[in-house]
């Protein structure tokens, strides 16, 4: 089991920086790949970028290439996802997930392959 709490949502300007962290339970989180996800209103959740377990491997939606970076630190059972360069279409409440294994970029990029979800946190960037 893993349980998952997202932080550090707020709202901030179009290209502003923000940093979620994702603290996660228990004692095989390092064993877990993880990811992020977010929704808009009125949208489906989409994939924003996956991490491996020894943090080596790492997957980025087109969407935030370049902008966003996903990192992890086991010791401290957290995953990280700096956002740099926000945009306004970046608003969305965020999720973080956790899945057994590292997959392919449709496994990695589809929620229904992950296994545990946080609550989420909004992130609203204003224009």
């Known amino acids: 089991q893993v349980h998952l709490v997202e932080s550090g949502g707020g709202l901030v300007q179009a290209g502003g920086s923000l940093r979620l962290s994702c603290a996660a339970s228990g004692r095989t989180f390092s064993t877990y790949t993880m990811g992020w996800f977010r929704q808009a209103p009125g949208k489906e959740r989409e994939f924003v970028a996956a991490?491996?377990?020894?943090?080596?491997?790492?997957n980025y939606a087109d969407s935030v290439k370049g902008r966003f970076t996903i990192s992890r630190v086991n010791a401290k059972n957290t995953v990280y996802l700096q956002m740099n360069s926000l945009k306004p279409e970046d608003t969305a409440v965020y999720y973080c997930?956790?899945?057994?294994?590292?997959?392919?970029?449709?496994?990695?990029?589809?929620?229904?392959?992950?296994?545990?979800w946080g609550q989420g946190t909004q992130v609203t960037v204003s224009s």
């Open positions: 997930a956790a899945r057994k294994t590292w997959g392919t970029t449709a496994e990695l990029g589809a929620g229904n392959e992950y296994d545990y």
């Open positions: 991490i491996s377990w020894h943090g080596l491997s790492t």
